[in-house]
């Protein structure tokens, strides 16, 4: 079942951070804002992802 596999990996796993889950969500405030509304979803979970 690769599809199973890949969306398993994709929806069921947690990166590994040291930042604080009040930051995360601070700095994802900062990136969907009135003055980045070009910034594609995909590429704001990039971001918030790699952080």
């Not at 979803?41 to 790699?50: A, D, P, R």
Request: with cysteine; aromatic share 10%.
């Amino acid at each position: 079942y690769p599809l199973l596999s890949q969306l398993a990996c994709k929806y069921l796993s947690i990166p590994a951070t040291s930042v604080p889950s009040e930051q995360l969500f601070s700095d994802a405030s900062n990136y969907i804002s009135s003055r980045r509304t070009r910034l594609a979803s995909s590429l704001v979970n990039s971001i918030l992802f790699l952080k």
